[in-house]
Structure formats: C-alpha cells, structure tokens
C-alpha cells in the first residue's frame, strides 16, 4: 500500500485526532525497523520492532468497510509479523474514547498497562487520556 493510501485512509478514520500525512508515512516506512501489514486495500497497520519489542504504531480501516472484521485480521496479521520477528511483546496506546479500538485490542488479548494523561490534542482543543496497553506474543489470539 502507497503511503498516500495510507494518508487518504487514516484521514478518513481519524476525523477527531490530525491524520498522518503522506509524507510521515513515506517517512515511516522507510525506517529499517518500521513495518507494514495490509488486508487488503482499506485496512493497514504500521508498527515498529527493536530489541525484542514491538510498538503498534496505527492501524486503520476506511469508514465504508469498518465493522467487517478487516481491523480483526489485520491485528491478528500484525501479531503474526510480529512473532516472525522475534519480538515478544507488544505495546500500543489508545485514546480512551475510541470504544471499537479497545475492544478489538481487548478482544485479541491485550492488557491495560497504563495511562497517558492528556495525551491526544483534538480538532476542538480537547485533550483524553491514552490508555498503555500489553500483549505477549508468547499468548495465543
């Protein structure tokens, strides 16, 4: 997937956070310990592994196709690329008032590690916590 594929899904999926731009994915993915992980061609997920860790950097699915389990299996893919490259944790944060993204974390087997206080900034100058999540790779999903 093009990094201004990924910008136009992300944009669309984000609408209260600023989207990512073309040129921080290009930026992204060119990073050698950056990865990506598509479903098909409105659901992708950029992470990033070191040192036996992983980071979930973003994962999204375009508005028209959400709800359809795609998030599910691009997760489930994430985790998969994830063990191939050794790493056995996995850490991401998640602004608190993103319902459908707890719960698929959730749902797959990731654990609250944590909170950022006033961690994401809004459109309307509101700011929400991020919650720190876990997983272990050594756990099955």
């Known amino acids: 997937m093009t990094p201004e594929r990924m910008a136009a899904i992300h944009k669309a999926a984000f609408t209260s956070q600023r989207p990512w731009t073309e040129r921080e994915f290009a930026d992204l993915l060119n990073s050698s310990n950056n990865f990506s992980v598509e479903v098909d061609d409105h659901t992708f997920a950029i992470g990033q592994a070191v040192a036996g860790e992983a980071e979930l950097l973003t994962i999204a699915t375009h508005p028209d196709f959400q709800r359809q389990g795609f998030g599910c299996k691009c997760l489930n893919k994430f985790v998969e690329r994830v063990r191939s490259l050794e790493a056995d944790t996995i850490f991401l944060e998640v ?12 749902s797959a087997g990731f654990n609250s590690a944590g909170r950022r206080r006033a961690y994401y900034k809004h459109a309307n100058g509101e700011r929400s916590d991020a919650i720190l999540m876990i997983f272990s790779t050594k756990w099955s999903i």
């Open 95 to 106: 602004d608190e008032g993103n319902t459908a993204a707890i719960a698929l974390y959730t």
